[in-house]
Nanobody, 124 residues
Framework: QVQLVESGGGLVQAGGSLRLSCAAS????????MAWFRRAPGKEREFVAG????????RYADSVKGRFTISRDNAKNTVYLQMNSLKPDDTAVYYC?????????????????WGQGTQVTIPV
């Protein structure tokens, strides 16, 4: 089992920045692919960004490329999502997820463990 706890969400004006953190506990963290997903009001959960276990490969949704950066610190069992140039369309609950495989998948079904989520709000 892996437990995930997200933090860092909040309300920020358009154009601002936030940094989300996801602290993992339980089994070996540094062997897993990690990702961030989000669910906007009235929409399905969608892939945002993912990172392989060494931190050498990252993958992003087109909607966040150039604005968001995913990173991880295996010594701290933590993955981060730096979000810059935030837009109202980024408003969502953001979830951290773990995939015990090595491929950075964009599919929800490939992820084995999930956090409870943290709210990010960008007012219009």
């Amino acid at each position: 089992q892996v437990q995930l706890v997200e933090s860092g969400g909040g309300l920020v004006q358009a154009g601002g920045s936030l940094r989300l953190s996801c602290a993992a506990s339980g089994r070996t963290f540094n062997a897993y692919t990690m990702a961030w997903f989000r669910r906007a009001p009235g929409k399905e959960r969608e892939f945002v960004a993912g990172i392989n276990w060494t931190g050498t490969y990252t993958r992003y949704a087109d909607s966040v490329k150039g604005r968001f950066t995913i990173s991880r610190d295996n010594a701290k069992n933590t993955v981060y999502l730096q979000m810059n140039s935030l837009k109202p369309d980024d408003t969502a609950v953001y979830y951290c997820a773990v995939d015990r495989g090595t491929f950075v998948s964009t599919a929800l079904a490939d992820y084995d463990f999930w956090g409870q989520g943290t709210q990010v709000t960008i007012p219009v």
